[in-house]
């Protein structure tokens, strides 16, 4: 897939070669141009969905290997609407965001955090909820660890009312209903780890 024919981006951020390349079916584009596109904010293109198409099977693998702010290029996925494209399209999004986060769970040093992996999940899929089940399948030492990792990362958001959410692209209110979900679910396994057995 291509970016649209009539697609200029902005003469500031990128030349008229790398354009070109985005309306180009079939050609690789260098690592460094895919990150820029998946950062760059929605409204800066023609055809916005377009241009995460045309990226997207070089974008996964720039996540999958590690990268950052990953959170800001899953921006560039919901944003996209990934979730209301044909079947097969969307997914392969969805397979390639559960293949990510639970790799990330399963490997002791991931290229990514797993925090980031989760933030970044959440922010492609505005919710949190499948991000949360398959933690809580996931629940072995090495997951364990990762959940305390996170723990961590967002300590001073625990204690606020801010979410580490930073990209979320749906209202407030649904930012901190999913927030809250997130610390109800941290909660629950505080409780779990100090139970007493049998």
Avoid at 70 to 85: K, T
Avoid at 106 to 117: G, L
Avoid at 122 to 134: C, D, I
Wanted: net charge negative; aromatic share 10%.
């Amino acid at each position: 897939m291509t970016a649209r024919a009539d697609e200029t981006g902005c003469g500031r951020c990128f030349d008229e070669a790398e354009v070109e390349l985005l309306r180009t079916p079939g050609v690789p584009l260098p690592a460094d141009l895919v990150r820029r596109v998946a950062r760059k904010d929605p409204f800066h293109w023609v055809d916005q969905p377009a241009l995460i198409r045309r990226i997207l099977p070089q974008l996964v693998r720039v996540l999958a290997e590690g990268a950052t702010e990953p959170d800001l290029m899953a921006r560039g996925l919901a944003a996209a609407g990934w979730s209301d494209w044909p079947g097969e399209q969307a997914g392969a999004v969805a397979g390639f965001l559960e293949v990510w986060w639970t790799r990330t769970l399963r490997t002791q040093a991931p290229p990514t955090s797993a925090w980031a992996v989760f933030e970044s999940c959440v922010t492609a899929s505005s919710s949190v909820t499948p991000w949360l089940a398959r933690w809580e399948a996931e629940m072995s030492p090495v997951a364990r660890r990762h959940l305390a990792d996170s723990l961590g990362r967002w300590r001073e958001e625990l204690l606020s009312h801010d979410s580490p959410f930073t990209w979320w692209q749906g209202t407030e209110a649904e930012e901190r209903a999913a927030w809250h979900e997130v610390k109800a679910w941290l909660a629950g396994q505080s409780r779990s780890a100090v139970a007493p057995e049998g």
